[in-house]
C-alpha cells in the first residue's frame, strides 16, 4: 500500500472514530453513472469500505441516457453524476439535449480522458464507407457526438454526407451497433474490445487525435454541494483511494475479482483487458482522480465549434470548483 493510500485511510479513520465517539450514521448519496468497466474506481470503494471510512454510502443508478442523468441531477433526484464534463457544460449554457438549465452545475473531480473509440460495423473499414450511413448517438449536442463531429470533420465528412440517430447511452449503442442498426459509433473503452474481436473496426482514437481531453467528471449541483461538503469530501477522497488502489499492481488479482463481480456476463479474459487499458499509466484513469484543465479547454472548443446554439466558450475554470478535492485530499 502507498504512503500515498496509507495517509488518505488513516485520515478517513479519524474523521469517522473521532476520539471514541460513536460514529456517525453514514450520509447516503444518490449516485448516477453510465453503466461499464470506467465505474471500477467505485465498485472498489464500496468493496474495500472506503466509502464507509469516509462516512458516506453510495446508491448508484445507471442511466440510460445523459438527458435522463442530467435532468435527474437538475432537478435534484440525484446528489452526484459521473458523466461527461461537456454534459455538465452544455446544460449549463442551455445548449442541453433537452429544455432543462442548470445554472449551477460544477465539475468537483476528474475521473478520465473519454476512453474514447470510433467503431465502426465489419462492412465499413474507414471514413470513406461511411458516406450514406447512419451514426449513433447519445444525444446530438451534447457528450461525445461533438468528438464525433468532430473526428467526421477532420476526414472530410459533414452532414447530410451521414445520418445521424440518437440511440441512448453506450450500453444501448453497444447492443445496437452489434446487431448493426448503426454503421459506426462512438464507444468508451473496453466496450471496443468484443467489437474488434467480432471483425469490427476502431476508426479513431481521441486521446490520439486530440491529446489532451477530460472525460467523465462528478459533477453536482452547487447549491447541494454548499449544504453537504463533508459528505462531498467524503465520496471524493474514497473515489481517490479506490483509484489508487487500483494503480497498485500488488492489489490486481483481487481488482479483478471484483471487476468479475460486477460485469459477471463478460467473457473470460475481459477483466484483465480492461485492466490493461483503463489503467494504462499515461492514457488510462486519471492518477488520485486528479482533472485536466487542459482537457477542459479542449472540450470548450469542441463546444464553441459544433455547440446548438452556438457561442464561444474559453474559460474552464468556469466549470470546475477544486475546493472540494483540496480539502478532501488535505485531510
Not at 216 to 228: D, F, I, N, P
Request: aromatic share 10%; charged share 25%.
Amino acid at each position: 500500500m502507498s504512503n500515498f493510500i496509507r495517509g488518505l485511510a488513516a485520515a478517513a479513520l479519524m474523521l469517522v472514530c473521532g476520539a471514541g465517539a460513536a460514529a456517525s450514521p453514514a450520509k447516503t448519496l444518490e449516485v448516477i453513472v453510465f453503466p461499464g468497466g470506467f465505474n471500477w474506481p467505485i465498485w472498489v470503494a464500496q468493496e474495500k469500505g472506503f466509502f464507509s471510512d469516509n462516512g458516506v454510502a453510495v446508491n448508484l443508478t445507471p442511466t440510460p441516457s445523459s438527458s435522463f442523468q442530467l435532468t435527474g441531477l437538475i432537478d435534484g433526484k440525484f446528489d452526484i453524476a459521473m458523466t461527461a464534463i461537456d454534459n455538465l457544460i452544455a446544460y449549463r449554457e442551455g445548449q442541453g439535449e433537452v429544455d432543462k438549465k442548470g445554472e449551477d452545475l460544477i465539475a468537483v473531480m476528474g475521473a478520465d480522458r473519454g476512453f474514447l473509440k470510433l467503431v465502426t460495423v465489419p462492412e465499413v473499414p474507414d471514413y470513406e464507407a461511411l458516406r450514406g450511413k447512419t451514426l449513433s448517438v447519445d444525444a446530438r449536442n451534447t457528450g461525445y457526438a461533438l468528438v464525433l463531429f468532430e473526428l467526421l470533420d477532420r476526414a472530410g465528412l459533414r452532414e447530410p454526407d451521414f445520418k445521424i440517430e440518437r440511440a441512448g447511452g453506450v450500453m444501448q449503442r453497444y447492443a445496437d451497433l452489434m446487431e448493426k442498426k448503426h454503421a459506426g459509433t462512438m464507444l468508451i473503452s473496453p466496450f471496443e474490445v468484443q467489437a474488434v474481436e467480432k471483425g469490427y473496426h476502431v476508426l479513431a482514437t481521441a486521446s490520439e487525435t486530440f491529446g489532451a481531453y477530460q472525460g467523465l467528471v462528478a459533477g453536482v449541483r452547487q447549491s447541494w454541494a454548499k449544504e453537504h461538503g463533508e459528505a462531498l469530501q467524503g465520496y471524493i477522497r474514497a473515489y481517490v483511494l479506490g483509484v489508487e488502489w487500483l494503480y497498485d499492481p500488488n492489489n490486481k488479482d483481487e481488482a479483478l475479482a471484483i471487476f468479475r463481480k460486477y460485469l459477471p456476463k463478460l467473457p473470460e479474459g475481459a477483466a484483465a483487458t480492461a485492466y490493461g487499458i483503463l489503467l494504462e499509466p499515461k492514457t488510462g484513469m486519471q492518477r488520485k482522480a486528479a482533472i485536466d484543465m487542459a482537457g477542459v479547454e479542449q472540450v470548450l472548443k469542441l463546444r464553441s465549434k459544433w455547440g446548438v446554439p452556438q457561442m464561444e466558450l474559453n474559460d474552464p475554470s468556469k466549470y470546475y470548483d477544486s475546493s472540494y478535492y483540496d480539502k478532501a485530499l488535505a485531510q
